[in-house]
Nanobody
């Protein structure tokens, strides 16, 4: 049974930093591409950052240069380092994993497994 468990969310002031973690179990971590999505109240879920099996990373423009996605396959853990946080980064953050032959980095349908989410709140 595949499980993804996020942690590391919290409340910070604008300009602060948080590091999200996603512990994966039940899958061979290195065989899956993984991503971070977020959903703010009243908004659709959006892809934020993703990382392929070879370590190639992708970011949406609004977080590029501020967020860093990484993975530790030995520990089966995905990370999202978030710096220079802004109030508009406030959302529930989810990690996801998938292994489809065709992968769209920021499309939720590309991912088969999801965590339960961790809340990030950034105050101005």
């Amino acid at each position: 049974q595949v499980q993804l468990v996020e942690s590391g969310g919290g409340s910070v002031q604008a300009g602060g930093s948080l590091r999200l973690s996603c512990a994966a179990s039940g899958l061979t971590n290195s065989a899956y591409y993984m991503g971070w999505f977020r959903q703010a109240p009243g908004k659709e879920r959006e892809g934020v950052a993703s990382i392929g099996t070879a370590g190639t990373t992708y970011y949406i423009p609004s977080v590029k240069g501020r967020f860093t996605i990484s993975r530790d396959n030995a520990e089966s853990t995905l990370y999202l380092q978030m710096n220079s946080l802004k109030p508009e980064d406030t959302a529930m953050y989810y990690c996801a994993a998938g292994s489809r032959p065709v992968w769209d980095s920021f499309t939720a349908q590309s991912y088969s497994y999801w965590g339960q989410g961790t809340q990030v709140t950034v105050s101005s």
